[in-house]
């Protein structure tokens, strides 16, 4: 009809109005017969990637029939013999689509659609689980913002809807809030005043009677405007007001500025960090590091709790941060395994991390000489699963802690970074294999991954079945120490908060794809043992306290990992000389006896400490 009086159309658009549409093959058909040859059909519509990247699930209500992703979409208009030939991102209703589509081979297709079904892939917009996983995102949301509303409540204060649009329902009959929470929804529309929100029945008012009941607290519905409200309402938010976001996320006057979501460290943008294994000794230091060091980092820490994963090694840390109340919360733990591919999966799809830092492994050299199944199920597999995760989800940055230990028995001189690896123990040759894997995966997929090889660690919260907390802990208790071989083994020692700041170091500022070792004092084990002997000035000396056993097989005499290139270019330097790492050390231990006691007791524990008493390994 139109095309026989009218001709065919050079250009067809339909902007905000194609999500709206039921019958997406009757619309491929009538495009493809009104278009002229060379002509376009451009249209915009919100994107589905938005809804993952802001959560902004209030778009859906009965009137966005859709939800339009580009590789659905291109499927869809080759059945027609059309085809997208560029798509931009416009920023209108959050993140929305402008498509354009031509006959099939009439236009250049350009790179923008490629990238965007690239996208969508990676975020895994194709499988159900992206959406189980949004759909438990959601449900945080509605937990974290009815509790501050709750919590605001009780506190008297007073809360009001701003913006009573379309999507606001979504939120509020979801979120099941009521006339009892919200006094009145604010909105200019004349049309709407006057009027109740439908489901929750929140009475629609205008600026007049919103000045006249000035509440303490906005909710924000109409958060598409978010800047120009900010603007709009800065005597409001100057005199204390506050507005909150159907995220959670709350502004103040002090974060009117930022515009997206994540709003609640007032001056630097917030920092997700994933830390894999931080229940354990370095990661729990790490974890401390980073809260205290970094207001604005959001850190979640996965951990399995094997027998040498603690959950009280941060328990000073928890709960501090319990009374930061729920929007200001910084520190999440997540009880879960890095072989674990559904729940990585979940957690990278749900959190954005920047950064995800891997101190998770089996980690004692002696269980590994026993069995190595777990070291190569947690240090290769597992590091394999973190990969793969990051990859997908295009983590910014991996890093990797390591071990001098993948250079193997250094007879002279000193491991650079370029040194070959020769393990000689199953643990070594677990931690070596996914330093090797981590460097294909920075070859051949870009991954952009950094490795920091670290030396003997000591400091508070070492699993006491280690040489330095096993001796503290046994002298006070007037055990003996097993001391393998002649003892006259070197390594090379650092305080492990030092440690933690070159962690810190490397993955702020350590070039992408690079591996940096971090040392410390060379000792020898019975240097070592000496010391602690002296400082907790012993009545007996050292030789009671002593019981030599078999060397354990395949021992390397010598660590001796160099540091030069951590110093040079990242500028880090210990603060602790080993004198004062061992003291602080073992005064620690004195005083925190029951925390190693505890550990002592535990079946775990016991089990392998025969073993290794009687150097039996197999
Ligand atoms: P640790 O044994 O104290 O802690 C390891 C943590 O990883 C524990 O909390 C444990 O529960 C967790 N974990 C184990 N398997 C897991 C899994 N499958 N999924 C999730 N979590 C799991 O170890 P540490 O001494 O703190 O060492 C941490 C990292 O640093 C290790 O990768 C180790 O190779 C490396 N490193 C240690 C030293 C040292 O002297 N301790 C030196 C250099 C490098």
């Excluded at 451009?42 to 209030?58: C, G, I, K, Q, S």
């Excluded at 603060?575 to 535990?602: C, H, L, P």
Aim: glycine residues 6%; negative net charge; contains cysteine.
């Amino acid at each position: 009809g139109i095309a026989a009086t009218s001709g065919k159309a050079q250009v067809i658009m339909g902007n905000n109005v194609v999500a709206h549409i039921n019958d997406y093959q009757d619309l491929s058909r009538a495009v493809s017969t009104l278009l002229a040859p060379a002509g376009v059909f451009v249209f915009e519509a919100p994107y589905l990637v938005d809804m993952f990247e802001r959560l902004t699930f209030d778009t859906i209500y009965h009137e966005h029939l859709n939800f339009l992703a580009i590789r659905p979409l291109a499927r869809l208009f080759e059945q027609f013999n059309l085809e997208i030939f560029d798509v931009k991102i416009v920023p209108s209703q959050g993140q929305s689509l402008r498509v354009f589509v031509g006959h099939k081979g009439s236009h250049v297709v350009e790179k923008a659609v490629h990238d965007c079904i690239m996208k969508e892939l990676d975020l895994g917009l194709n499988q159900t689980s992206t959406y189980e996983a949004l759909a438990e995102k959601i449900a945080l949301a509605k937990t974290k913002t009815v509790h501050i509303l709750q919590d605001l409540k009780s506190q008297n204060k007073r809360i009001a809807a701003y913006g009573a649009p379309a999507k606001g329902n979504t939120v509020l009959n979801y979120y099941n809030l009521g006339p009892d929470i919200l006094d009145f929804a604010l909105d200019e529309l004349p049309s709407k005043q006057g009027l109740l929100t439908p489901g929750m029945h929140i009475p629609v008012v205008d600026r007049q009677y919103a000045s006249e009941h000035r509440p303490d607290c906005y909710f924000l519905l109409a958060w598409n405007y978010l800047p120009i409200i900010m603007e709009k309402e800065k005597d409001f938010l100057a005199a204390g007001g506050m507005f909150l976001l159907p995220t959670g996320d709350i502004i103040t006057d002090s974060n009117r500025n930022h515009t997206g979501s994540n709003i609640i460290t007032p001056n630097k943008p917030q920092k997700k960090i994933l830390v894999a294994g931080g229940a354990g000794f370095i990661g729990s230091h790490f974890i401390r590091h980073l809260y205290t060091q970094y207001p604005e980092y959001v850190i979640h820490n996965l951990d399995l709790l094997t027998y040498c994963g603690n959950r009280d090694n941060l328990a000073d840390l928890e709960a501090k941060d319990v009374e930061l109340r729920p929007e200001g919360r910084r520190y999440v733990f997540v009880q879960g395994d890095i072989c674990n591919k559904e729940l990585i999966d979940r957690l990278l799809t749900q959190e954005h991390f920047d950064v995800v830092v891997n101190f998770a492994a089996e980690s004692h050299v002696d269980r590994s000489l026993s069995s190595a199944y777990d070291f190569i199920r947690t240090n290769v597999v597992g590091v394999h699963t973190l990969l793969d995760a990051c990859r997908k989800h295009r983590i910014p940055r991996f890093v990797q802690i390591s071990t001098d230990e993948v250079y193997g028995d250094i007879d002279q001189g000193f491991a650079t970074e370029e040194s070959s690896l020769n393990p000689s123990n199953p643990y070594a040759a677990s931690k070596a294999s996914a330093d090797i894997l981590i460097k294909s995966y920075m070859r051949s997929h870009a991954l952009p991954a950094v490795i920091v090889r670290g030396s003997n660690n000591l400091g508070p919260y070492q699993y006491p079945e280690k040489l330095i907390p096993l001796a503290i802990s046994n002298f006070l208790e007037g055990k003996k120490m097993p001391v393998h071989g002649d003892g006259r083994h070197v390594r090379s020692w650092l305080y492990v908060t030092d440690f933690c700041r070159a962690i810190d170091l490397v993955m702020r500022e350590g070039n992408e794809s690079e591996v940096y070792n971090v040392s410390g004092t060379q000792k020898t084990n019975l240097d070592v043992l000496e010391r602690v002997h002296q400082i907790l000035q012993l009545s007996q000396p050292i030789d009671a306290y002593k019981t030599h056993t078999n060397d354990r097989p395949g021992a390397d005499r010598r660590y001796a990992p160099n540091s030069e290139k951590i110093q040079r270019v990242l500028g880090w330097k210990p603060d602790y000389d080993f004198d004062r790492a061992i003291a602080t050390t073992v005064g620690w231990y004195m005083q925190n006896q029951s925390w190693w006691q505890e550990i002592k007791r535990q079946q775990g524990f016991l089990e392998h400490y025969k073993r290794q008493q009687e150097a039996n390994y197999y």
